[in-house]
């Protein structure tokens, strides 16, 4: 049973900063890509940024391109998205996905497994 668990959400002031984790059981992770989503009240799940299998490419939504960075450890079956410069348009719940793909994937229709989310919530 696969298992994708988001962890480090929180309330954070704007210009501060989170990082979030997603720990994955019950899949071969470094057969997969992952990739961060968010969704804010009344929106459509959004793109945010995608890792590649062995973490050598990464891309990013234009919203957070230079200040969100996410990275991988295969060893620890984890992926992870440091968020700085938080502003309150980034408040929403945080998803992390998974994808077995060796191109980005930018829509959630193309990804295989989900976690059930952590809320951020950046005040002004």
């Known amino acids: 049973q696969v298992q994708l668990v988001e962890s480090g959400g929180g309330l954070v002031q704007a210009g501060g900063s989170l990082r979030l984790s997603c720990a994955a059981s019950g899949l071969t992770f470094d057969s997969y890509a992952m990739g961060w989503f968010r969704q804010a009240p009344g929106e459509e799940r959004e793109f945010v940024a995608f890792?590649?299998?062995?973490?050598?490419?990464?891309y990013y939504a234009d919203s957070v391109k230079g200040r969100f960075t996410i990275s991988r450890d295969n060893a620890k079956n984890t992926v992870h998205l440091q968020m700085n410069s938080l502003t309150p348009e980034d408040t929403a719940v945080y998803y992390c996905g998974a994808v077995a793909t060796l191109l980005p994937k930018t829509r959630y229709e193309d990804y295989d497994f989900w976690g059930r989310g952590t809320q951020v919530t950046v005040s002004s």
């Open positions: 890792i590649s299998w062995s973490g050598s490419h990464t």
